[in-house]
């Protein structure tokens, strides 16, 4: 491997802006975690304009340290608080409060910090590592493999995604049907346009993100502010005992693989590698009772896995331009605005964005740790501010935000109008998740698909003699049916293991006896 593209990405990151631009995306992605509610994909999805006029390279050094800043953001509020700030640290609440109750909330915070930092950097670690033989993997890729993958994609959002499967599958269906509006890019024939000119082009990715996100976040968090909030809990002897430390460091050690694993996944990601890493220190502890009451690796093994699945999410964005999670479909959505398309070629192609990117997060993690537990003062005391005040602010922000993009007004039509959908899926229960994501990858299987289909002359099954292609589809079948088929075997399993019953009516019995 030569190392001098990385070196380069080192000196990238120094750079007095791209510092500064650093620090600010991990300090507003604390902010954004403290705030429950409005998170990551939202807040990215809202400052997107704000990275028109920056160099890509900054813009996106800022966006992913919102990103995996937000992951500690979250932790402070749920500890201090017992209110998760954000989707991956509601599994901390378990133990950290009971902590915190317990007059240890300094040593709860301090363990999230060092679970957080360990886990980040071995991730990038990892990354670093991985993710330039996956773009050398992804060469091989044509229009086949790239239909495959999207497919693949698109279905494992919506089947691992939090909530109703069968909901998350309407909402990327929704997603897909709306990346067909506009000109058909193969023949020219306008499609769903309804004779409106605005929509000719095509519907733009940052009115739907900033409406479904942005503005439908904010109106249903304001529905929600009759929740009370208690006064925080005091923050004491942050600095973790011997013992804590010892105790913790193997769910730390796991957190960290089990996180980057999961965090590749799409639909992975931070929260299900937060609830799996739970799962599992549960599961092999001796004593799985204290779990709940203040067991550190409780906090140690989410908090890790949290972090380390929020880096490594950035794996399949770089190296095949597939967005693992929602917020990943925003930074994508940002990457194609500054001109820059992810994929296998970004690695050779551009490696000083590549690269000053994944080396960006080494800096943002130290100034996590650096800062997480100082700061926490400030953002209880932000917390105290109402939201009927922090909500016509943000979302003044967002419709001046989405104007100056391309000065058109019928942008603004189109956040409100997402931002009324995004409320609508929130009260009954869809995640917008799978929307944006399969509005992303939908334009990319579209084109994909069609392209193959030319190439095999229409002939679908010419998939199926594509090594990669064939494996990836045989993948998709396998997700597709694995819903279907579970509850079958689980039964046919519960079926064998019930013992026979007796018959104490036998005609034979009182000859027996």
Known sequence: MDLSPVLDGFGVVLEPTNLLYCLIGVVIGMLIGVLPGLG?????AILLPLTFGIEPVTAI????????GAQYGGTITSVLLRLPGEASSVVTV?????????GKAGTALGIAAIGSFVGGTVSIVA?????PVVAGFALDFGPPEYTALALLGILLVSTVSSGDRLKAVVAASIGLLLATVGRDGFTGAERFTFGSLDLADGLDFVPIAMGLFGLGEILHNLEERHRAVQAPAKVANVWPSRADLRRSSGAIGRGSVLGFL???LPGGGATLSSLAAYALEKRRSKTPERFGRGAVEGVAAPETANNAAATSSFIPLLTLGIPANATMAVIFGALLIQGVTPGPQLVSEDPELFWGVVNSMYVGNILLLVMSIPLVGVFVRILRVRATVLAPIT????LVGVYTVRNNVFDIVLVIAFGALGYLMKKLGFDPGPLVLAFVLGSLLEESLRRSLLLFGGDPTGFLTRPISGTLLALFLVVALLPLVRPLVRAALGRRRAPAPTDTHHPDHKELV
Not at 94 to 102: C, K, N
């Open 127 to 131: 990354l670093s590592i991985v993710a």
């Open 94 to 102: 378990f133990d950290g409060h009971a902590l915190a109750r317990q």
């Open 61 to 68: 050094i800022m966006l992913a340290g919102i990103f995996y």
């Open 40 to 44: 990551p994909a939202a807040t990215i």
């Open 395 to 398: 979302v003044l922000i967002t």
């Open 262 to 264: 999961l965090g590749i």
